[in-house]
């Protein structure tokens, strides 16, 4: 971890990625033309990435941070807000800078066999954006698809090269994934919970891999998860998501030692740490569930579940970011 | 000594595949006692979940009939008839609740019926009477008895999958075994169903089989560990031991891979990958993996005893009395 991370020391560098207010809203129909509302999926986000920052976006599933995610990759077109990628507003890219914008930015998706063809030798997989890219010229492909082999540890790259994807192990087939994100040299990789489909010896070894990566070619790294207990060693900075908003944000040591907002505070107490003890005692956990993202409850869209709701407040008004400590961010009035 | 609830001896099963028969469960032994929460921990491949189908005689078609004892309250149930067995055994002392059931709810028949269900096909009663025993597992299980009478798709993922586990429960069986119960869920609804397996083990005194891959999450209810690898049981302890000081080498290195929230130290991870079943090891399964192997590994350990109950399947364990 860099100490160059916190964003203090950081403004007056201009970011990587910079994202103002951003919302991305599904709409929802019955038949194809009545309107019943919209989900809200990402609901007014507003964030920066710096260059060689490792950055993880946590919450729990219908939280918005794949949709966000999509978002960032131009799989889906904001509904409101902007996303600004090295000063450029990724609003007004046509056709072709949306292209160029997507060579520039790499995916790794959570279910490898998923998503990659199975009538595809590995080759042909890694070969494929090249093309689209206009790489021209079978040697040099060659020569790109062997080095993104070897940094992701697939070697003798030969070995590989002309397995389909079922004859590799889940490991393996992530490692292909990351390849082939890292393959047109992206300055912004997105993973999108890239370990949660793998068995709990190979995890760390992904993950590993992936911050490895990140800090030899100093890249952006945003990686989204569920799981707050591996984000410790893999990430500098957290911002942890519930109900289409970021609700707090610091570096990661910050974050799981002091943390601020009620939510993550009920994330960190229902997690484990194996402990032969844990049986013996009931975990605190907030009731309810997650709002549905159609109609998010007014003000702070966690109240209902709360434990320091104070009602007048919580219930009434949206709470802005505070800063309770330096450099930590928590969208909670009690840090008012 | 009393008798165990679950004894399991030499437990075998073998699958048929194109590529030659594949042994997933390769002569496990273990025994649970009333009132006990088993883990048995292990990744994809290891074995577990066809433990558990063998356990309820839920096999595939392309396996073979399991070979071994299990003894429940010392009776032997492999020696049972399948229509014994489904009459006596299934559902009604052992039931189960599967990774994915909670998706396996019949969507056009409200959950409460489904819930019920067991008691009218098992044991005959009366729709009215099956309606207010399922009444009584929706309290225990902590959903409200107003979504009886709802569908699956009104309820949430974690609302379905206590459903499903009324369903597990409501013909009071001695033993649930549950398979990955809540490895699809969000974190806090994984850690609310903890507590509610927590309160019913506390408050009913049911004993538990929980088949996980998941470490963190196995020490919510474990007394005692089996940890499998490519077939066979390695290590069997209790919780203590096993979560503060394992034994077996893939136990230690396991531990070491389980990243914590409040530690500093990095996770490692597991170089290599488990053999292939089609042609196990005929020594230890996972000297090829193991940073302390040494000759002996070549000749299959066997499990020794280290303790009135602990089991280790390794070399370095031979100090203990040896047992097969």
Known sequence: ?336 | MAVPLLSVENLRLRYRTRQGPVEAVAGVDFEIRHKEALVILGESGCGKSSLAKALMRTLPRNAEPATGRVLLEGEDIMALDEERFRREVRWLRISLVMQASMNALNPVVRVGEQVAEPLRVLRGWSRERARQRAAEVFDLVGVSTDFLTRYPFELSGGMRQRVVLAMALITDPQLVILDEPTSALDVLTQASIMNVLKRIKREQGTSFILITHDVATSSELADRVALMYAGQIVESSSAAEFFREPAHPYAQMLMDSVPRLHQETRPTHIPGQPPSLLEPPSGCRFADRCPSRFNLCDRDPGAFRKGDRRRVRCWLHAGGSQLS
């Not at chain 1, 978002?71 to 890219?93: N, Q």
């Not at chain 1, 289409?244 to 107490?269: C, F, K, M, N, S």
């Open chain 1, 1 to 336: 971890m860099s100490a160059s991370a916190t964003p203090a020391n950081r403004a007056a560098e201009q970011p990587l990625v910079d994202v103002r207010e951003l919302r991305t809203w599904f709409e929802l129909r019955q038949w194809g033309f009545l309107k019943l509302g919209s989900v809200k999926a990402v609901d007014g986000v507003s964030f920066s990435l710096y260059r060689g920052e490792s950055v993880a976006f946590v919450g729990e599933s219908g939280c918005g941070k794949s949709s966000l995610a999509r978002t960032l990759l131009g799989l889906h077109r904001p509904t409101e807000g902007d996303v600004v990628f090295e000063g450029e507003s990724m609003s007004r890219l046509g056709r072709r800078g949306m292209r160029d914008y997507r060579a520039r930015v790499g995916y790794v998706q959570q279910d490898p066999f998923g998503a990659l063809a199975p009538f595809m030798d590995v080759r042909r997989i890694l070969a494929e954006p090249l093309k689209v890219q206009g790489v021209r010229g079978r040697a040099e492909r060659e020569r790109r698809i062997r080095d993104v082999l070897e940094e992701v540890r697939l070697s003798p790259a030969d070995d590989y090269l002309r397995k389909f994807p079922h004859m590799l192990s889940g490991g393996q087939q992530q490692r292909v994934v990351i390849a082939r994100a890292l393959i047109l040299e992206p300055s912004l990789l997105i993973a999108d919970e890239p370990v949660s489909m793998l068995d709990a010896s190979v995890r760390v070894e992904i993950l590993d891999l992936l911050y490895r990566i990140q800090q030899k070619r100093e890249l952006t790294l945003a990686f989204i998860t569920h799981d707050l207990s591996t984000v410790r060693h893999f990430a500098d900075r957290i911002f942890v998501m519930y109900a289409g908003r970021v609700v707090e944000t610091a570096t990661v040591t910050e974050l799981l030692d002091h943390p601020q907002h009620p939510y993550t505070r009920a994330l960190l107490a229902a997690l484990a740490d194996p402990d032969p003890d844990n049986a013996l005692a009931m975990r605190e956990v907030p009731g309810g569930e997650a709002p549905s993202l159609l109609n998010p409850p007014s003000g702070c869209r966690f109240h209902p579940r709360c434990p320091r709701h104070m009602p007048g407040v919580c219930d009434v008004d949206d709470p802005g970011n505070f800063e309770p400590r330096p450099d930590h961010l928590s969208a909670c009035w009690l840090h008012r």
